[in-house]
């Protein structure tokens, strides 16, 4: 079975830091990746998507995969209040399949 | 630019009523559908996805139902409503193809209470 895992949390980092997301999954052959955003009460949204070993970066979010280690990360620089939400990764693992996601962390950005 | 409705909103029902929520996409032919949903505090479960007209496949087996009876039209049924249904519903496309390369859209979402 293919599963998404990651730290509820909460993560809570002062503003201006760097909050750093997990997620880990359980297949190898597993082809693209997302991280999504949701906002209490709203729905998810997608912030960054990832394919190649590597860093991929965007603004102030860069994402990290580790295909070896089947582990991919999202790291959010210079952490705004605004930031504070649940962060959902998600992994396409292979045929016609849905995306598996994983349970959110919860990131808290204190001012 | 391809956008995904949904609705109602908000939706507050008695147990064992009926329901029905439906989902439209625009500006995309032959899209990937999906419904999720969501309890308090809790990750998305998906419930149904649908990869063509008529084609659906359940991942959840309870009382809910799907159907997509146009292509860019997809709509999640009970018959009777459970207290255990309560949650946010979601509304899923994807750009259909085998390997999903750019995510998915979600719609904005439906809260359903059953009281």
């Known amino acids: 079975q293919k599963e998404v895992e990651q730290n509820s949390g909460p993560l809570s980092v002062p503003e201006g830091a760097i909050a750093s997301l997990n997620c880990t999954y359980s297949d190898r052959v597993s082809q693209s990746f997302f991280w999504y955003r949701q906002y209490s009460g709203k729905s998810p949204e997608l912030i960054m998507s990832?394919?190649?070993?590597g860093d991929k970066e965007d603004g102030r979010f860069t994402a990290q995969l580790n295909k070896a280690s089947q582990y991919v990360s999202l790291l959010i620089r210079d952490s705004q209040p605004s930031d504070s939400a649940t962060y959902l990764c998600?992994?396409?693992?292979?045929?016609?399949?849905?995306?598996?996601f994983g349970k959110g962390t919860r990131l808290s950005v204190i001012a | 630019s391809q956008t995904i409705h949904q609705w109602p909103a908000t939706l507050v029902q008695p147990v064992g009523s009926p329901l029905s929520l439906e989902c439209t996409v625009e500006g995309t032919s032959n899209p990937n559908l999906y419904w999720y949903r969501q309890a308090a505090g809790r990750g998305l479960q998906l419930l149904f996805y649908?990869?063509?007209?008529?084609?659906i496949s359940s991942e959840v087996p309870q009382n809910l139902s799907a159907s997509r009876p146009q292509d860019r039209q997809f709509i999640l049924s009970s018959k009777k409503l459970l207290l255990s249904d309560s949650g946010f519903y979601l509304c899923?496309?994807?750009?259909?193809?085998?390997?999903?390369?750019?995510?998915?859209?979600f719609g904005s979402g439906t809260r359903l209470t059953v009281v």
């Open positions: 998600a992994v396409y693992f292979q045929g016609n399949t849905p995306l598996v």
């Open positions: 899923a496309w994807s750009v259909r193809g085998g390997r999903i390369i750019y995510g998915y859209t």
């Open positions: 990832i394919y190649s070993n």
């Open positions: 649908s990869v063509g007209i008529g084609q």
